[in-house]
């Protein structure tokens, strides 16, 4: 099994902007919480949803997205 990859110039800015997101979500947690979702009760998951934004944007910066989705779908099909 071999895999390409393949680097992309778009995905590195996209993945930048998706960390940037996600960075001003988790420095701007409580007014996010406040005005969008159920208040105190909720400011942990807002956190939550700002650090996996990060990981996210970390993961399309560097490009490593579609090889781990070629790995989940090659475990899954076994092709």
Not at 35 to 42: I, P
Not at 51 to 67: E, M, Q, W
Request: charged share 10%.
């Amino acid at each position: 099994m071999v895999m390409e990859y393949e680097f992309s110039i778009g995905w590195l800015f996209g993945g930048l902007a998706i960390a940037l997101v996600g960075g001003l979500i988790v420095i701007f947690y409580k007014p996010i919480a406040d005005n969008l979702a159920n208040g105190v009760s909720s400011y942990e998951k807002v956190k939550l949803a700002g650090v996996i934004a990060i990981i996210v944007g970390l993961i399309c910066t560097a490009n490593l997205h579609t090889f781990l989705l070629s790995l989940i779908v090659n475990l899954l099909f076994n092709r």
